[in-house]
């Protein structure tokens, strides 16, 4: 079973930038994909980036959504099992919980194909 531990959530203000981290354990066969998701407060959870294979089986690429361009950056370390999201500029909007997971593609329109999530990490951006 896939395990994610994010952690570098914290309060920022406006303008300022965060690294988040998550570490991940257990990899399986079923795992081609790792991805940032975000839910803000009142608003459903949204995806914001992912790194793997858009099928199955395939290439790897990392995907961002048109809102996460240009601000939100996605990088691995393989040796450490982790990846990372870089936000920069951040703004009042990005305030939410932040959380990694798992799947079998790289697909962030599809949250039912994401299997395992972390727990979460705040981000909250004060204007």
């Known amino acids: 079973e896939v395990q994610l531990v994010e952690s570098g959530g914290g309060l920022v203000q406006a303008g300022g930038s965060l690294r988040l981290s998550c570490a991940v354990s257990?990899?399986?066969?079923?795992?081609?994909?790792l991805g940032w998701f975000r839910r803000a407060p009142g608003k459903e959870r949204e995806g914001v980036s992912c790194?793997?294979?858009?099928?199955?089986?395939?290439?790897?690429?990392?995907h961002y959504t048109d809102n996460a361009k240009g601000r939100f950056a996605m990088s691995s370390d393989i040796a450490k099992n982790t990846v990372y999201l870089q936000i920069n500029n951040l703004k009042p909007e990005d305030t939410a919980v932040y959380y990694c997971?798992?799947?079998?593609?790289?697909?962030?329109?599809?949250?039912?194909?994401?299997?395992?999530w972390g727990q979460g990490t705040q981000v909250t951006v004060s204007s």
């Open positions: 997971a798992a799947a079998i593609k790289c697909r962030l329109e599809h949250l039912s194909l994401w299997a395992s």
């Open positions: 257990g990899f399986t066969f079923k795992v081609n994909a």
């Open positions: 790194v793997g294979s858009i099928q199955s089986s395939g290439g790897v690429s990392t």
